[in-house]
Structure formats: C-alpha cells, structure tokens
C-alpha cells in the first residue's frame, strides 16, 4: 500500500523526535492493515500521532477505536486471524486490563505487535515509568523485547513484525520503552527510508486465516484436559525457538543499518570483575557511569538485557561466569520474593556454575523515580565492598546476598 | 500448519492419543463442518421454536439470524428446525415477520 508523498521518506534522516514519535513513525512505515487501540498515558502519544495518519490519509490502516483494552486487544485477536497484519499499544493499567487476552492472544499464535509504553501500576495512581506492568503478565506467552532510548524503540518495532511473523515462531511481541522517559524524552533517532522499512518487514502471507473460504477453519474451539496441555506445550517451544530468530532479525538488522542486536547487550564485559544487569533506559545511564569508573580502573562492566521472553540464560551464563561480583537492577518488585522478576531469573540462569558470581538484587525507580549516576555508581561500590567480603569466604557471602534485596533512592530514614 | 496432520487429528478423533509435536497448532481445527457433529440441542433453553411450515413465506430471516444454522432447507425453502443444533434461543421467533408468524417458541419436556 501506498503512502501520500508529502509523509513519504525517500531518504534516510536524522532527526530529533520522541520515543512515541518515533514508535509511531514505525507503526506508519510498517503500515499495519488494522491497528484497534484505546488512549493511555504515556502510550496516548503513540496511538494520537497514528490515529492522525489515518485520518489524513497517510496510511490506509482500519482503525479501530474501542472502549477499553480489553477491546482493543480482543479486536487485534479478531483481525490477526482473520488474516490481518494487525497492532495495538498499551500501557500500565490499560496492559493490565489486557491480562487475560494477551494468553489468548499467545495461545491460538497471533502474531501481533504492541509497543508498550511500561508504566507503573495502581495504587497509588501513577503515570510514570515502571516495569511492573509487563512483568505482571511475563507468563502469558508473549516475547518481550525492550528498548534503551527512541532509537531502540524504532528499530525494535520494525524487527517485532519479523519475529511474530516468522513460521517457526508465529508468537505476539511487545515491545517496551520506558513511560516519559523514553517516549516523552527528546533524541536524536535514524529512520529509515519507508520502502527500506517495507522491504524488511516483508507483505504479510498468514499460512492459514479465516477470510480464507476455501479452507475453513476453527480458531478458539474448546481444548479441556486431553489437549490444552499440549496446545501449550507448542507455544513454550515455540518462544524457546525464537530466540535464534530474534538474533538472526538482528543480525540482518545490522547489515542493514549498522545497528546489531542480540539478546543481550554486553557493555565492557571483556575483562569486567564487578557488573551490572539491567533492562531499559538505565542500561543507558550505567553506560556512562561505567566509562567514568573505567577511567578510575575500576572493572565495571553491564549487561542489558534486551530480550526477556525467551530469557536469555545461555547468554547470561556465559557473560557473568567470569564476573566477581553482579548487581541485577528491577524497576518492578515482587514484594518478598526472592527479588524483583529479572534478579530471581538471572541467579536461576546461574545455578550450578562452578565459579557463580555473588549475586545482589536492588528494586529502584518505582513510580518512575529517578535513578541517577551517582545512584548507580553507589551500587558499583557495594559490588566492589561485597566482592572483597566473599574474598575471605565466598560461599556464605553468596548465600547471603542472593537472598537480600536492597531498595535504591527509596528515603530509608 | 500441515494440512494432512489437521485432518488426521480430526479423523482419528486424535485429540487424546496425538503427542504435542503432531497436533494441530494452537488448538485449531483446520477444516470445517465439525460443528454438525457435536449434537448441542440437549441443552437447550428450555423453549423449542415451532414451525408452522403452512404459515412460512420462505423469507429466509430465521436461516439468516440463526446462530446455529439449525434452520433446515431444501433450495431456498424452509423445510423445518434441526432440534440437534438448536439451543432455543429465540432469535428465529424474533426475526419471524409479525403479521407471517410461523415460528412460535413454546416450552418443552414438560417444565414450564
């Protein structure tokens, strides 16, 4: 399908836009055939700007405006079996109030695509960005990818569509980016031309859809206990599968834009002692605190991690098993569990190496509170404090630490 | 999806004996035309539609509405009510012209 020439980008830019900006900026490149959504800070800005597309023309999506995100997302289910390319975007509550569909969504093997603006979840009410939302449903099945800034953002969206839609996979993706932080906040971003954006996503050939009369079928039928357990039993292999899929998009990403991604990002890992593992804007900031520190001669090294669902196990043992020390960042709690979701899975990821690092969790930035420099490099001190402790015996500082949780920027007196 | 395997689960009823790897994927149903063998009439609501054939203009509404397809035909005359599939809904009663009325819901197995 065509776009009007007054939208149509020709030839690569540079240019200053908003992580919804550019998400949006994505969705019209990609050029879905049905997008069903419903308004939510910080997400509004995502859908408005693509609403505005559709009004003026500049893609020919049905779109469809519902009353709630359980709609939206029901609507999305309705017209991905039916045959259509077809996204929606949430956030926070509005991601929550889809609960129940994203499994449905998963289960009947929908690829859809969903930026999710992450925001925190009631109560208190909370606009702001917070992991809670999406690890709250982190079992429904979905692949979860999350951006570090506007760029990832973009690019993550348009590789979202290769990986749902891959026959080996055919499982719905979102897509998180940080609420204000990335989707309010201001970078430079490069986009990519629109017919660079439709060649890589490729037309959209379902195998099988239910506009097809020559081969009726039936989606949803009732599977009890003599066969829902292998239904699902085929989705959990199918998100095992695509991780090689999710690093081939990348890699072909790569060639295509200089950008590589994998399911992790190792930053400094090469001779890295003391680490951090984080998702998000804050890998970011760790950057840059870790250029400081390596000024200083620290061994600071991080790990983001990009892809959570399939969890990127192989990737993290194979990254800290070298490590002294490492420090797993959650922007989400789970409130006297063994740590915030991403610690819990990664000292899972590690166990039984020979050499495991001493492992610590920090919950930080619930509700969208900052984390700063200073804040990070506070946790690299601790590692190094907590690496010279388990010099003299290593087993009970383990043990020890794998259990604690610390709360970072939290006003503790 | 392969489509030999889809008809496989559905002729040997295979869903209990297919391992994970053979079944059809996300729990689809790769052909048509099962619904008619799943006999849904024994839980109907508790009023069956009656036809009376000699009142029916043939205007084909109650096959148009019925969510069942339990309205029967022969060509494009209306031939009777499939008790199998119907669930006593109603909807055909609704539909039914007002001044024709041939479809009448009245209640069943002596309870009303």
Known sequence: ?413 | MNPSRGAAFIEREASVTLPWTEMAEAGLIPQGGTAARVKTGAWRTGSMPVLELSRCIHCLRCWIWCPDSAVLLDGEKVTGIDYDHCKGCGICAQVCPPKVHAIEMVPEGGEA
């Not at chain 1, 590789?159 to 940080?178: C, F, T, Y």
């Not at chain 1, 196990?313 to 979701?341: F, I, K, M, T, W």
Request: without cysteine; negative net charge.
């Open chain 1, 1 to 413: 399908m065509a776009t009007t020439e007054a939208y149509r980008i020709t030839e690569r830019r540079r240019v200053t836009m908003t992580g919804a900006e550019a998400t949006a900026e994505a969705m019209r490149q990609i050029h879905p055939d049905v997008v069903a959504a419903y308004p939510i800070t910080p997400q509004t800005d995502i859908v408005m700007r693509f609403a505005r597309f559709v009004a003026d023309g500049v893609v020919q999506t049905e779109f469809v405006p519902v009353e709630s995100e359980h709609s939206a997302l029901s609507a999305v289910v309705g017209a991905s079996a039916a045959g259509a390319r077809a996204m929606t975007a949430t956030s926070g509550p509005g991601f929550a109030l889809m609960h129940e569909i994203l499994y449905v969504a998963a289960g009947y093997r929908l690829p859809i695509v969903m930026p999710v603006a992450n925001r925190a979840l009631s109560g208190p009410i909370n606009i702001h960005g917070d992991h809670s939302d999406t690890m709250g449903s982190r079992d429904a099945g979905w692949i979860h990818l999350y951006a570090e800034n506007a760029q990832e953002a973009y690019d993550d969206l348009i590789q979202a569509v290769r990986i749902a839609e891959h026959p080996e996979v055919r499982v719905p993706v979102l897509v998180g980016q940080d609420g204000f932080i990335i989707t309010h906040g201001m970078e430079i971003v490069e986009v990519l031309t629109d017919d660079e954006v439709r060649a890589f996503v490729g037309e959209y050939r379902p195998e099988r859809y239910l506009l097809d009369v020559d081969h009726p079928m039936t989606v949803g039928a009732l599977a009890l206990q003599n066969s829902y357990f292998e239904v699902k039993r085929q989705l959990a292999e199918a998100v095992r599968r695509s991780a090689r899929i999710i690093a081939d998009v990348g890699e072909e990403f790569g060639r295509l834009t200089g950008r590589y991604y994998g399911l992790t990002e190792p930053y400094r890992m090469e001779d890295a002692e003391l680490v951090i593992v984080a998702i998000g804007s804050t890998a970011g900031t760790a950057k840059d605190v870790i250029d400081e520190l390596r000024g200083r001669g620290v061994k600071a090294g991080l790990v983001k991690v990009r892809v959570f669902r399939p969890f990127p196990a192989r990737n993290l043992r194979d990254l800290l098993g070298r490590a002294r020390a490492v420090a797993v960042l959650d922007r989400a709690d789970s409130y006297a569990g063994l740590g915030g979701p991403l610690f819990a899975e990664t000292k899972a990821a590690l166990y039984g190496l020979p050499q495991a690092p001493v492992m610590t969790g920090y919950v930080y930035g619930l509700g969208g509170r900052d984390i700063t420099p200073e804040m990070i490099a506070a946790v690299y001190d601790d590692l190094g404090q907590l690496a010279e402790r388990a010099r003299a015996d290593h087993a009970a500082v383990a043990a020890e630490a794998a259990l604690s949780v610390r709360y970072l920027g939290v006003r503790e007196r």
